[in-house]
């Protein structure tokens, strides 16, 4: 938080046009939301895994898939993590 504060003080000094500040301030709030909403799916996905771990299943493959918002489509990587798992020995769980 202390950074976010620091980087709207950046912003803020480093503009003496009004209409330029505001731009800023705004790329700057609009990247600040496209990080959250990207980062709020990894942390429920990474609450799923642990579940499912927990449950005995083994996590095979991480697809990659999509967030859409009113403010931002986001494709979020193979490397983040959607649970498509399957206990050993038995068929696939999507």
């Given at each position: 938080m202390?950074?976010?504060?620091?980087?709207?003080?950046?912003?803020?000094?480093?503009?003496n046009?009004?209409?330029?500040r505001?731009?800023?301030?705004?790329?700057?709030?609009?990247?600040?939301?496209?990080?959250?909403?990207?980062?709020?799916?990894e942390?429920?996905?990474?609450?799923?895994?642990?579940?499912?771990?927990?449950?005995?299943?083994q996590?095979?493959?991480?697809?990659?898939?999509s967030v859409?918002?009113?403010?931002?489509?986001?494709?979020?990587?193979a490397?983040?993590?959607?649970?498509q798992?399957r206990?050993?020995?038995?068929?696939?769980?999507?």
């Amino acid at each position: 938080m202390e950074s976010i504060i620091a980087d709207i003080v950046k912003i803020i000094k480093s503009e003496n046009n009004v209409i330029a500040r505001e731009k800023a301030l705004m790329c700057y709030f609009f990247d600040l939301i496209r990080e959250l909403i990207k980062l709020a799916p990894e942390e429920v996905d990474a609450g799923l895994v642990e579940e499912t771990k927990k449950q005995g299943y083994q996590i095979e493959k991480k697809n990659k898939r999509s967030v859409v918002t009113a403010l931002v489509r986001l494709a979020i990587g193979a490397e983040d993590m959607s649970v498509q798992a399957r206990r050993p020995n038995t068929h696939w769980i999507s």
